[in-house]
């Protein structure tokens, strides 16, 4: 099963804009992590919230979760260039069966 | 402290060849994890490795095997290379611990070319 799946596939904003990416997951998770990764390269972890946090904030990032509705929110104030990148969210399932999976991702390009 | 480490960084091999590609989790995690990312598609979960013992498994053929050692560094195989097989491999660590696992940690990957 997909577990992540990010939306939309694509977004151009202009540099200072805000950015706004989601995610929906379909299990039981104990925490789910977004990621950055700049073309062809490594991923690089941006920030973890579990399952009992509803909202996060790490700079010009925000997150939240909606158990309910297993989705969650990838907010980016005050857009750079330097923003511009893949963002991929990924889960850590309740169920060791549930797989580790990451969506194609949201490409954000950030226009100057 | 290193992060996670990944070597080669780039690789061609022929089609029907084996390939090893070899990762070093950061310091202190317990956990790899490795992915295949075909250009412009998310990282696809080929297998994790806790203790020693491939714990979950993804999508993908046998001819796709690891393994991890005592001291967390994990390597991954893939057997009679097919020109499907090019992509980045990534690796990636975490922790196990209370409440799940910690953020994974991504090495910068091995470009791999199947020709």
């Known amino acids: 099963s997909q577990q992540g799946e990010e939306d939309p596939q694509a977004l151009s904003i202009q540099e200072g804009e805000n950015a706004t990416m989601n995610c929906s997951y379909k299990t039981s998770i104990n925490n789910l992590q977004w990621y950055r990764q700049n073309s062809g390269r490594g991923l690089v972890h941006l920030i973890l919230?579990?399952?009992?946090?509803r909202e996060k904030h790490s700079g010009r990032l925000r997150v939240t979760l909606d158990t309910s509705k297993k989705s969650s929110s990838l907010l980016i104030t005050a857009s750079r260039a330097a923003d511009t990148a893949s963002y991929f969210c990924a889960t850590d399932a309740m169920n060791r069966d549930d797989k580790n999976i990451f969506g194609k991702g949201t490409r954000l390009h950030i226009l100057p | 402290d290193a992060g996670v480490t990944q070597s080669p960084t780039h690789l061609i091999k022929t089609r029907g060849q084996q390939v090893t590609l070899r990762c070093s989790p950061k310091s202190g995690h317990d956990t790899v994890s490795w992915y295949q990312q075909a250009l412009g598609q998310g990282p696809q979960f080929i297998f994790q490795y806790y203790e020693e013992e491939e714990r979950q498994r993804g999508n993908f053929p046998d001819r796709f095997s690891g393994h991890q050692f005592p001291n967390y560094s994990s390597e991954l195989n893939v057997n009679a290379l097919l020109l499907g097989d090019s992509a980045l491999y990534l690796c990636?660590?975490?922790?196990f611990g209370e409440g799940g696992r910690t953020e994974a940690f991504f090495g910068q990957g091995t470009r791999l070319t199947v020709v």
């Open positions: 919230i579990r399952s009992n946090e």
């Open positions: 990636a660590s975490s922790l």
